[in-house]
């Protein structure tokens, strides 16, 4: 039976290139052109998958991305792909798709057991049954929901493809490129306007692809075959076939996924990204991205056979594939007519069940002059058949289309064709905060106003006839174009269309069936979530009303489709319900993206390598040869320790802090922001940032400063050297460099505008190598000919100029260690060589290069502060017994008044201790709480440890914390219970100083 | 400057101070120190030869940030006569003279790149010229690298990461912008007219940002056989 439903001589696609695919398992053939939904047809394949709740079979419902049963699993492995679907999977070779939601088989599923149970399984089952106890949500509940809600499966192993992403701006985007989308990038694209039109299919045209109608006396495949030559011919015009504009932002922000090679399947070359996800901003946009057929509701619809009549003729004009032998077209309205000609024309039995009860009109006389047969005034009230449709029941309906008049009668059919009317594709529209307004005559939803400046046109502006398309899309496009600049504004004159005329449609929500609704026959309006009228009137029962609640009650309108093809019948159905009129019930909000997007796309380049950035320091290179362990500090890598043969951290990490301690050692301080501050106001500025006095500070001298909000936080410190009278170099945190920058910015540029300074960013112009150590004096000699590097000459705090190890250099004297320190910049990119000479020259002086671990240990046995470890934002200088640095003398600076807020100036505040364990050789967790009396919870907190090391210099475990009163309570004993409920550490408060308590070695 | 040999000694350094790494921990970056005993940070990279986009480091090219009030009719004067040119008030655009290239950064901001060792001598220059005016003049040669992006492709692989507009009609040839490349802050310069569909970029780039930046390119590249 190979595609035996395949039309001969019809179609656009390539006979001359077989497409062998797998589907469930078994071997397939297609041809090139064939979506998977297409060549599955042809093949006589009904039965693609099983319905989200109740597993019953499900057939192909569409032809486009609106299909809400036919998703399927494409791929296996690493590039398998859950919920594609097969209306849209362009056929390639070696295609493998399987069928979801369904064990073991889709032809055999045990959760079909569902279907028969459906009467305990009502809306809101899971919010009924899996209420209580609350206490099994997590653990129970959400397990059984998830797995009885299966939508694929997610692929488990690294995606091998790559993606790509492309910020673009244009004049005109056009969101779809059929007969309206051409016709507006013709007319835009003539007037020189940068164009981006985007069509979600492998080719443009959309709707003409399956029509049969002549474009200016020739076959509509002649008119976009010569619309796309001209268009491609233009150089500002970029067309972008399989290309979905998934989402509309503010300001006309718009999303592209293009789908690059999807077509070709998988490649074992990723040099071309599988898909592109393009980031446009769009002058104008023109939407016009068609319209979705309806389907009708009537019992029983959702059987594999049932499709919309669109689709029918798509797969009978564009595919060459008869959707079944025996057809019945089911509408309400003449634009199924066509469909049931075209389909009569390929061999098929046709017959019409028309609801109108007299249609009329050159369409319905064509058909009956064909021989087809139309039950006007009738409705099908039933269907038969479970894996595929053999047969339906018709009869008769009352006047006001609620009841049935006479008793049905059947007729044997494959294929029910439904045409249940037209809802433009107003979702972009929508997702832009368009307004949406219903159209009484057409009955659906059309584009109203929009905040920003995008046009609809064609049938997803409800324009449904050709000729109407044409001229409108001429008209937006050149309209588009004229207010972004181009052209006149004047329109194209349209192609000439035969007009085709069409009757009044008539409407039926829900066609009644032989038994009450909801029992025994389900009216299904959302097929992918198994949603039924029924459900519906269960929903208003419940005082579920509001449309929003009324989707999440029952599902309606979610799931990957997003209830394109059910919105608006589940809206009537409760318009219905509540004798109201559907644009009073209102719709649900549209979100992005339009359809689903792999995740890949949206990521672009930014993953592996590129995820996020690694800064690193011009001396990188020789501490990745030196076997660093790196910490990530912000972005930066930086060294954490360096182990040698053998050693774990805390090994290295104490050798390093004695090492530093009895002979020298060196950091990499690069990191440390760097600001040059310079202007006739330049300490003025300082004075008003800093809480200490500034403008007494001596050219070529540093001090400490420490930095505070608004609120009279400490946010940062570090020292700033005065290079000139007017001229400062000021050094920030690692983590806190862009931000103070920012907030030096933020107070000059918007509080002191007449000040004059400047600030300029200097933190990577220098490498930073820190020599510390008694040796260190010993070490700068050997480095530098023209500093007198001797601390007699060379005070603490002073900055000199010089050369150090053959490099332009400055260098401070600034010890986070406490001990003799030289911190010596040169321009980065010297960096490496003045590293790897220290390293060589301090062999002789017991160098030892060490990393952040030991920097920390270092500062913590001379209790200096970390900003962001020992502080936290609501952490005062005075908290951290640092009174000395904030003046009493000056008028004001950042952070003062703060000061005598109540809160800040009481008794008890938070403040910075040493804190000793009584057993040396225990190290508190950072972040570990102290309580004066272990004890059963709840119990009074007294503050928390910031730091905790072992020490190898004190000879013991260190920490410093934050204790309430702490300063009055240094000798008091606290206890420090652990997370395991168990063991308690009894402490010591101390002061925060542990080591060289007198500052003794600041000076060697 | 840095004393000879020392192009060879970071690997014996490495080795006199630790044990030999753990595997993977050794450093695969190309090309340690060039003769001057410097090293830009992309040294050593080859970007893709031959294909529609090439790309490549211009290490150490000469870079002063200039500020100053553009009303002040004398410093305006001061720095242009130092210069040889006027400095461009208008947003987004940069001046070429003799070799030095003054780009508008900011309404009292500008960027001077400089051929490699002019930018201390200029900096002493205008520091006299600008003497008692207000004003600054800060070397940050060492600070940012310049990448130079051009051929056929140039522009498609800038806007693989770039948000602003990229296309002739509003960005051409004597047009600067600060921007971002996803994570990188940039600051970008047309420094070419277009040609065969191609353009020729100036990118300068933090240094601590120059390899993510690179990185990305290579990536970006690939699909163009680059």
Redesign the interface.
């Known amino acids: 039976m190979s595609q035996s439903y395949r039309i001969e001589g019809k179609g656009r696609i390539d006979r001359s290139k077989p497409i062998r695919f797998t589907w469930n398992g078994r071997s397939y053939q297609g041809y090139q052109g064939d979506t998977l939904a297409s060549a599955l047809l042809a093949n006589g394949v009904r039965l693609v998958g099983r319905s989200f709740k109740y597993h019953r079979p499900r057939g192909i419902m569409t032809a486009g991305s609106e299909e809400p049963n036919a998703v399927v699993q494409l791929e296996e492995g690493a590039r398998t792909e859950p919920n594609t679907r097969a209306t849209m999977a362009e056929l390639y070779d070696g295609l493998t798709a399987n069928a979801q939601n369904c064990w073991p088989s889709v032809e055999f599923d045990v959760g079909a057991l569902n279907a028969k149970l459906s009467r305990f399984f009502p809306a809101g089952f899971y919010y009924k049954t899996f209420m209580w106890p609350a206490a099994l949500w997590e653990p129970l509940y959400e397990k059984i929901i998830r797995r009885a809600a299966g939508m694929g499966e997610s692929p488990e192993e690294i995606d091998p493809d ?1 993606y ?6 244009c004049d005109v985007l056009i969101a779809g490129g059929g007969p309206a989308g051409l016709s507006a990038a013709l007319a835009a694209g003539r007037t020189g306007a ?1 164009v981006i039109l985007a069509d979600e299919g492998a080719e443009f045209g959309g709707s003409l692809l399956a029509d049969t109608v002549e474009i200016a006396g020739k076959p509509a495949a002649d008119w976009i075959a010569e619309t796309v030559a001209e268009l491609t011919a233009m150089p500002e015009v970029t067309l972008l076939p399989r290309t979905t504009v998934s989402a509309y932002y503010d300001h006309n922000f718009l999303t592209l996924t293009e789908r690059v090679t999807d077509h070709m399947g998988p490649r074992a070359d990723d ?3 599988r898909q592109r996800f393009w ?1 446009v ?1 769009a002058k104008q946009t023109i939407l016009a991205q068609g319209a979705i057929e309806r389907p009708l509701l009537f019992a029983d619809n959702d059987r594999p056979g049932v499709m919309l009549a669109s689709a029918a003729r798509t797969y009978i004009n564009r595919y060459g594939v008869l959707p079944g032998r025996e057809i019945v077209v089911f509408t309400g309205n003449d634009s199924a007519y066509p469909a049931a000609l075209d389909a009569k024309a390929a061999g098929a039995r046709v017959e019409i069940v028309d609801l109108r009860t007299d249609p009329k009109g050159p369409l319905v006389d064509h058909a009956r002059a064909q021989g087809i047969e139309i039950h006007a005034g009738c409705g099908i009230t039933g269907t038969r058949g479970t894996k595929a449709l053999h047969g339906c029941d018709v009869a008769p309906l009352s006047e006001d289309g609620k009841s049935l008049a006479d008793e049905p009668f059947s007729i044997g059919c494959d294929c029910i064709a439904v045409a249940g009317g037209w809802n433009p594709t107003v979702h972009l529209h929508s997702q832009a905060r368009g307004k949406l307004s219903w159209d009484d005559t057409k009955q659906c939803f059309v584009p109203g106003y929009c905040q920003w400046p995008t046009r609809s046109a064609g049938a997803g502006n409800g324009t449904f006839d050709l000729a109407g398309c044409l001229d409108e899309g001429l008209k937006a496009g050149a309209a588009a174009a004229h207010e972004a600049g181009f052209g006149k504004g004047a329109a194209p004159e349209a192609p000439a269309v035969e007009l085709s005329e069409e009757g009044p449609a008539r409407q039926v929500w829900i066609v009644p069936s032989d038994v009450p609704l909801g029992h025994g026959k389900k009216h299904f309006h959302d097929h992918q979530n198994d949603v039924t009228a029924a459900d519906i009137h269960l929903a208003a029962r419940e005082g579920y009303v509001s449309v929003e609640h009324l989707k999440r009650y029952t599902t309606t309108g979610m799931g990957t489709d997003q209830g394109k093809t059910s919105n608006v019948n589940a809206l009537a159905v409760m318009a219905d319900i509540r004798n109201a009129r559907i644009p009073e019930v209102g719709t649900t909000t549209f979100r992005p993206p339009y359809v689903p997007t792999t995740f890949g796309a949206i990521g ?3 993953r592996r ?2 995820f ?7 001396m990188h ?2 501490h ?5 362990v790196f910490e990530d500090v912000g ?2 890598k930086r060294p954490w320790y ?1 182990p ?2 053998g050693e774990d951290m805390h090994e290295a990490v104490q050798r390093e802090c004695r090492q530093a301690r009895e002979t020298c050692g060196l950091l990499d301080a690069s990191t440390l922001g760097k600001i ?1 501050i ?3 106001d330049a300490a003025w500025f300082l004075n008003m940032m800093y809480t200490n006095k500034w403008d007494t500070l001596a050219v070529g001298k540093g001090r400490y400063g420490v930095m505070l909000n608004e609120h009279g936080m400490v946010i940062d410190d570090g020292v700033t050297t005065r290079l000139a009278e007017n001229h400062f170099h000021m050094t920030t945190t690692t983590g806190g460099a862009a931000r103070v920058l920012g907030m030096l910015e933020e107070w000059l540029q918007t509080e002191w505008p007449e000040r ?1 300074v ?1 600030c ?7 490498a930073v190598c820190t020599i510390t150590g008694p040796n260190a004096k010993a070490l700068m000699a050997d480095l530098t000919d023209d500093i007198d590097v001797d601390p007699a000459n060379f005070p603490f705090l002073a900055y000199r100029t010089g050369t150090v ?3 332009p250099a400055r260098v401070y004297r600034i010890s986070f260690t406490g001990d003799l320190a030289y911190e010596v910049n040169v ?8 590293w ?2 220290i ?2 020259r301090g ?1 002789k002086h017991g160098l030892v ?1 060490y990393g952040t671990e030991t920097m920390h240990v270092l500062r913590a046995e001379k209790g200096f502060i970390i900003v962001g470890q020992d502080t936290d934002g609501t952490v005062t200088p005075m908290d951290l017994g640092m009174n000395w640095i904030v003046s009493k003398k000056k008028d004001d600076f950042i952070g003062k008044r703060s000061h005598s807020r109540s809160d800040t100036a009481r008794e008890g505040r938070k403040q910075l201790v040493g804190i000793m364990t009584e057993d040396p050789n225990v190290v508190l967790p950072e972040g570990a709480h102290l309580v004066n009396q272990p004890g059963k919870p709840p119990i009074a907190m007294e503050g928390h440890v910031t730091s905790s090391y072992m020490s190898p210099n004190v000879g013991r475990s260190i920490a410093l914390g934050l204790i309430k009163g702490g300063r009055d309570r240094i000798g008091d004993t606290l206890h420090a219970p652990m997370m395991d409920g168990k063991t308690v550490h009894k402490v010591t408060l101390t002061e925060p100083v542990f080591f060289d308590k007198e500052g003794k070695r600041t000076n060697g | ?3 000879p040999g ?1 192009t060879q ?6 080795a ?4 030999p ?2 595997e993977g ?3 695969t ?1 190309p090309g ?2 060039d003769a001057a ?5 992309l040294s050593g990279l080859l970007g893709p030869a031959g294909g529609p986009v090439t790309f490549e480091e211009r290490p ?1 090219v000469g870079k002063l ?1 200039l ?1 100053g009030d553009p009303s002040n009719a004398d410093f305006m004067a001061a720095a242009g006569k130092v210069l040889g040119t006027d400095i461009p008030t208008d947003p987004c655009r940069f001046v070429e003279h003799d070799g030095f290239r003054v780009h508008w950064i900011g309404f009292d901001n500008w960027l001077i790149h400089v051929p490699e060792g002019a930018e201390g001598p200029l900096k002493t220059k205008l520091e006299a010229a600008l003497e008692g005016i ?3 003049i ?7 690298t310049v990448i130079r992006v051009q051929g056929a492709k140039a522009r ?1 692989l800038l ?7 990229l ?1 002739p ?2 960005f051409g040839p004597g047009q600067c912008a600060g921007t971002v490349f ?3 802050a940039i600051f970008l310069a047309q420094t070419d007219a277009d040609t065969d569909g191609g353009a020729s970029y100036d990118i300068q780039i ?4 120059a ?2 930046l690179w ?2 390119f290579v ?2 590249a ?2 163009w ?1 680059g």
């Open positions: 790559s790509a992403q492309h910020f673009a701006h940068r040099s071309v990204p980031k901003r672009g380049q930014n390598h590129l996020l950035q690694e800064r690193t320091t011009p290179a020789a990745v040869a030196n076997g660093a972005d930066w360096f040698r043969d040059d310079q202007g006739p004059q400047y300029t960013s200097v933190t990577e112009q220098w190890a053959g490099a321009p980065a990119r010297h960096g490496l060589a003045v790897t000479t390293l060589e062999r290069q | 400057m840095a004393e020392v000694r970071l690997a014996a350094a490495g006199a101070f630790t044990d790494p753990a921990t050794v450093s970056e340690a120190l005993g410097t090293r830009s940070p150490f940030t500020r207000h004003s600054a800060v070397d940050v040669s060492d600070y940012y498609r806007q693989k990461g770039c948000p602003i507009d296309h009609r509003t996803h994570h990188a933090r240094w601590s940002f390899r993510y990185d990305y990536d970006g690939r699909e056989g």
